[in-house]
């Protein structure tokens, strides 16, 4: 689906011409992952996305999204972080002509506000253009929220989040600091779960 949207976005075509590809590229990653499926959720899983890539008003909110360029799609980011060895590396799936950056999650929950507002990620999106000399203008962030119900829509939430360097600069340093101290390897229910100091965060642990 990620990539259905983005291309539409690149090649400059309704959301609905890339039904097909979809299609190829849903049978390609089940081949290529030696994914077991049934063939009737196959063919459940495709059609259920061709209809959220064939719903009118999914294609026309998409639409108002603009890119011009390849490289603002799956752009690949790396920043480093005060007192940490290893870079932190990764990929954002949109980067629009007026430099905001955008995720896409399919879900089969409604997102809130408060939701997107919690999330780590954008932090991190936002701290990577600000390192590239891109920053994103009055630190904005938009999420592109798919349903995956029955009768599927979509919708943008978009959030401006001050102070995300100094989160993502914390986080990354915590999460350094459990791993020199090899905090994965304590007996614990899971990993690290019972020493590391990031539980309040850890989205994981609130499911």
Not at 63 to 69: A, G, L, N, Q, R
Not at 111 to 137: C, H, I, N, R, V
Not at 163 to 168: A, G, L, P, V
Request: with cysteine.
């Amino acid at each position: 689906m990620h990539k259905a949207i983005q291309a539409s976005l690149v090649e400059k075509q309704t959301l609905s011409s890339m039904a097909t590809r979809f299609q190829n590229n849903v049978y390609e990653a089940i081949f290529e992952n030696k994914i077991a499926l049934r063939a009737s959720d196959i063919t459940t899983l495709v059609i259920s996305g061709q209809k959220i890539l064939e719903d009118p008003m999914i294609g026309g909110i998409l639409e108002t999204i603009k890119v011009e360029t390849e490289s603002q799609v799956e752009r690949e980011f790396e920043f480093r972080v005060p007192e940490v060895r290893p870079p932190v590396i990764g990929f954002i799936d949109i980067v629009d002509n007026d430099g905001i950056p955008y995720d896409i999650k399919t879900s089969k929950w409604q997102w809130t506000e408060e939701k997107a507002l919690e999330e780590m990620q954008p932090d991190f999106y936002l701290t990577a253009l600000e390192d590239a000399g891109t920053p994103s203008p009055n630190a904005k962030f938009t999420y592109i929220i798919v349903m995956k119900t029955e009768e599927p829509f979509v919708y943008l939430i978009e959030t401006t989040r001050p102070d995300y360097k100094e989160r993502t600069y914390e986080m990354v340093q915590k999460m350094w600091e459990g791993v020199k101290a090899k905090e994965w390897e304590m007996d614990c229910v899971r990993p690290a779960c019972k020493t590391c100091g990031l539980t309040k965060e850890c989205a994981r642990l609130k499911l």
